[in-house]
């Protein structure tokens, strides 16, 4: 097969048939998009691969922005978007198409300033309440394994972290790549060593579109070892990843 960078026809319009690419992505989050507040500039792995992706299909970025990662992945049933960048998991699959893993991160805990909790042994106890994002992977993964804590949902990763600033919660759980981010705007909170678990990230379509996954599947292996990803990730800053 031939470098992805030359489509055909139906590929483009499998990929995006309304002659834009329309990018689903999580407002706040390295690994989607952190928008600067003065000039408006974006980037984020997410951002910087669908906008690669746009170029070699030779049709413009769509940004298509969501509050939290439950409202993206729920907005690729309708499908208000042609791509995403989510982690991998089967409920998903049922309405979602996924290329190879681009990144994993791990899943782990942020404690504010001034928590009696001292390592991860601690939080899954009775009287803790932990905030997550509403959807996210750090949900899926705790809904199934607390067994004395509390689970918080908040609206995406900016809930969950009110729930945590009003102090609803004494402990917020996601991707590490968000809590790093969070963690530099809260000052005293530490990001615990260690890890619940981790999530594979990957692009998603929505299915039906089966003439573009050949291509996608092939662009993102070449995002990775041509270093697309690697860059996106020092753009960015980003840490936590596996």
Same mark, same amino acid.
């Given at each position: 097969m031939s470098k992805s960078g030359s489509p055909a026809p139906r590929v483009r319009d499998a990929l995006a048939p309304t002659g834009k690419l329309r990018v689903g992505l999580n407002i706040g989050g390295p690994t989607h998009v952190i928008c600067d507040s003065a000039s408006g500039a974006m980037k984020g792995v997410g951002f910087d691969l669908g906008t690669e992706l746009a170029k070699r299909l030779g049709v413009p970025i769509e940004p =298509?922005?969501?509050? $939290?990662i439950g409202q993206l992945v729920d907005g690729g049933r309708a499908p208000e978007w042609d791509i995403a960048f989510v982690g991998i998991d089967p409920q998903r699959e049922l309405f979602l198409d996924f290329t190879g893993c681009h990144l994993e991160l791990e899943v782990g805990y942020l404690l504010p300033a001034g928590s009696p909790? !001292?390592?991860? $042994?601690? =939080?899954?106890?009775?009287g803790v309440r932990i905030a997550v994002p509403q959807k996210g992977h750090a949900d899926i993964i705790l809904?199934?394994?607390l067994k004395k804590a509390t689970l918080l949902r908040g609206a995406g990763i900016?809930? !969950?972290? &009110? @729930?945590?600033?009003?102090g609803k919660a004494n402990v917020l759980s996601a991707n590490k790549a968000? @809590?790093? &981010? @969070? !963690?530099?705007k809260m000052p005293g909170a530490r990001v615990l060593d260690g890890r619940i678990g981790t999530e594979q990230l990957a692009m998603a379509i929505p299915k039906g579109r089966d003439d573009g996954l050949a291509y996608a599947r092939q662009f993102v292996e070449e995002a990775k070892s041509d270093g697309l990803v690697t860059a996106a990730i020092e753009r960015v800053g980003l840490?936590? !990843?596996v």
């Open positions: =298509v922005m969501y509050a $939290s909790i !001292a390592g991860f $042994s601690g =939080v899954d106890q009775a809904s199934r394994a900016g809930g !969950a972290a &009110e @729930l945590l600033g009003a968000n @809590l790093f &981010e @969070l !963690a530099q840490r936590g !990843a």
